[in-house]
């Protein structure tokens, strides 16, 4: 989940590459709408509207003396290009780092999931299938980016630091499957989950400078989007 979203903060750090102001950086994340919006095949980036999960999850283990089976399926991700930006530049033009200051937020989001649950109790196996839907509202990320532009004073190009603070107003969850017991899962399910991602900011922040940095540009992906959107910025009536 964490390298889709990834594309956003690659796109506002791609602002240091042509040296430009800050409506160029609007430009670039202008442009990873579009790209992840329509899909790049050539540079792995595939079509988020909706975005179809590649891998299914599971997790056993057990609650009490409950041996416990849980496996999600078809997972879709609703709403990821529809984001909003606000952003300031805190340092000059030509600065040999470059700090950003953004609000990342989301008005809505939505990721549904197909599962099957195996609970086993001494020799009593039972076995559910049903869905289940995540309904996020408001959902912001906040924070600094700190880019390192190539010059003489680091001549390679990194993120050196992203703080990132993630808040979801309010995180539903609509589950089938289980009987009477939907409501209870659905509201349990939500409440983790919200906890969860209100408490992880610190560990995010150090994901997307990792993953902008190993995997997008040590690897020349970076060059490769760029690229891509000075050829596409003006050709597509989407979002420009």
Not at 188 to 195: D, F, L, S, V
Request: proline share 2%; net charge negative; glycine share 6%.
């Amino acid at each position: 989940m964490w390298t889709v979203k990834a594309v956003a903060f690659l796109a506002l750090a791609c602002v240091v590459l042509a040296g430009k102001d800050l409506d160029y950086g609007f430009q670039l994340m202008r442009c990873a709408q579009t790209a992840i919006t329509r899909g790049v095949p050539e540079l792995h980036i595939p079509q988020h509207t909706p975005l179809h999960f590649v891998h299914n999850a599971s997790w056993s283990g057990h609650v009490n003396v409950v041996a416990v089976e849980l496996n999600l399926t078809n997972g879709i991700w609703y709403g990821i290009p529809a984001w909003d930006l606000k952003a300031t530049q805190l340092t000059e033009d030509g600065s040999d780092y470059i700090v950003y200051k953004f609000d990342l937020s989301w008005k809505t989001m939505n990721i549904t999931f197909d599962y099957s649950l195996k609970t086993t109790e001494v020799i009593l196996n039972q076995v559910q299938h049903g869905s289940f839907r995540l309904n996020w509202t408001d959902v912001l990320w906040s924070g600094t980016l700190n880019v390192t532009r190539p010059g003489l004073t680091k001549l390679v190009q990194e993120v050196n630091h992203a703080d990132i603070d993630w808040s979801v107003q309010d995180l539903t969850c609509d589950i089938n499957g289980l009987g009477p017991l939907n409501g209870v899962a659905g509201s349990t399910i939500a409440t983790t989950i919200k906890e969860a991602l209100n408490l992880r900011a610190v560990t995010i922040g150090d994901f997307i400078k990792d993953k902008l940095n190993t995997v997008w540009w040590d690897t020349g992906v970076i060059w490769k989007l760029t690229q891509w959107c000075q050829k596409n910025i003006n050709a597509t009536s989407e979002y420009y």
